[in-house]
C-alpha cells in the first residue's frame, strides 16, 4: 500500500540531546512538509519541501533542521537549540507543493518527549 | 500570520442527527481551503480541497460549502453515524507571493452519542 512512515511512534529526548525523526513516503510525491501540534493550537509548520534538495522554512523553523536527498525521505532533526520539544509531530506530503489544488497525506505521527 | 478560526471547538451529537460546523479564514488573497478529518490514532484523511466561490463539494453523508468573499466555509454532516467522531480540520492556503503553505484552524472535535 502505498502511503507515509513516520517512525519512531514515540521518541523521549534527554537535555541537550539532537533526536531525528523519520518520514518515508511511496507515493512519488514532490512536496513534503513537516508539523508540529500542541494541545489547543492547530498544526504549525516546521519545514517544507516542494523538490528534492530544495527545503524552506515554515512558520517554527527554529531549533530544527531537515534534509532532502531523497525524494522519498524528509528526515526531521530536533535539535538541542529546541527548547520546548515536547510534542507530537506530523510528516505529510502531496503531490505538488506551492499553490496546487491537491490535498497533503499525512503520517501517524511521531510524539517526543523529554526525559 | 493569517488566523483561521473553527467554531465550536468541540460537538456532542446524537447519532442519526445532522450537524454543521465553520471554519473562518481570511477574506482576500484566497486560493484554496481543505478539509481533513482526524480520527483518534489515526492520520488525518483529506475531505476535500475547495478553490471557487459558491463551491458545494459532497463526500457520502459529508459535504461542505465555500463562501470566499465572506470568509467562511461550512461542513456538514448529514445523519451523523459513530464512525463519524473525529477532529475536523480546515486549512487555508493563501495566494499572495511567499505564503504557499497551509495555515490549519484548531479543529471542532465531534463525538457521536450512539
Redesign the interface.
Known sequence: DGG?TQSPKYLFRKEGQNVTLSCEQNLNHDAM?W?RQDP??????IY?SQIVNDFQK??IAEGYSVSREKKESFPLTVTSAQKNPTAFY?CASSIE?????????????TRLSIL | ?LN?EQSPQSLHVQEGDSTNFTCSFPSSNF??L?W?RWETA?????LF?M?LNGDEKKKGQISATLNTKEGYSYLYIKGSQPEDSATY?C?F?G?NFGN????????TRLTIIP
Open positions: 507515509i512538509y508539523y489547543g493550537q492547530g498544526l504549525r509548520l517544507y515554515g512558520d506530523l507543493g506551492g499553490y496546487s489544488n491537491q490535498p497533503q497525506h499525512f503520517g501517524d505521527g | 500570520i483561521v486560493y484554496a481543505h481533513y489515526k492520520s488525518p484523511e483529506a480541497v478553490t480540520l486549512a492556503l495566494s504557499e503553505k497551509l495555515t490549519f484552524g484548531t479543529g
